[in-house]
């Protein structure tokens, strides 16, 4: 079992910038690709970034690409994700997601994730 916990959501004016953080329990969290994922009212959960077990690879969805950085600390049991120059349209509920599921290529699908935190949420204004 991996029991993961976001925080460091909030409100910030366009251009800014806010780092979420997402704490992991259990020992084998070093074996587990993460990602990261965001839900907007009325809108499906969307890829956002993702980090193999290493560190050693990351993905980004093009929206985010340039302006937000993913990151863990294994010894820690945390993944960060810096998010840098954000716009109004990155207003939504971001998720963290555990996959153990060992793979080649980082999951981008959210089905493909078995533990998921609790969210927090992330409201940039214009």
């Known amino acids: 079992q991996v029991q993961l916990v976001e925080s460091g959501g909030g409100l910030v004016q366009a251009g800014g910038s806010l780092r979420l953080s997402c704490a992991a329990s259990?020992?084998?969290?070093?074996?587990?690709?993460m990602g990261w994922f965001r839900q907007a009212p009325g809108k499906e959960r969307e890829f956002v970034a993702a980090i193999s077990w290493s560190g050693g690879s990351t993905y980004y969805a093009d929206s985010v690409k340039g302006r937000f950085t993913i990151s863990r600390d294994n010894a820690k049991n945390t993944v960060t994700l810096q998010m840098n120059s954000l716009k109004p349209e990155d207003t939504a509920v971001y998720y963290c997601?555990?996959?153990?599921?060992?793979?080649?290529?980082?999951?981008?699908?959210?089905?493909?994730?078995?533990?998921w935190g609790q969210g927090t949420q992330v409201t940039v204004s214009s």
């Open positions: 259990g020992r084998t969290f070093n074996n587990y690709a």
């Open positions: 997601a555990a996959e153990t599921y060992v793979r080649t290529v980082l999951a981008v699908v959210a089905g493909s994730y078995d533990y």
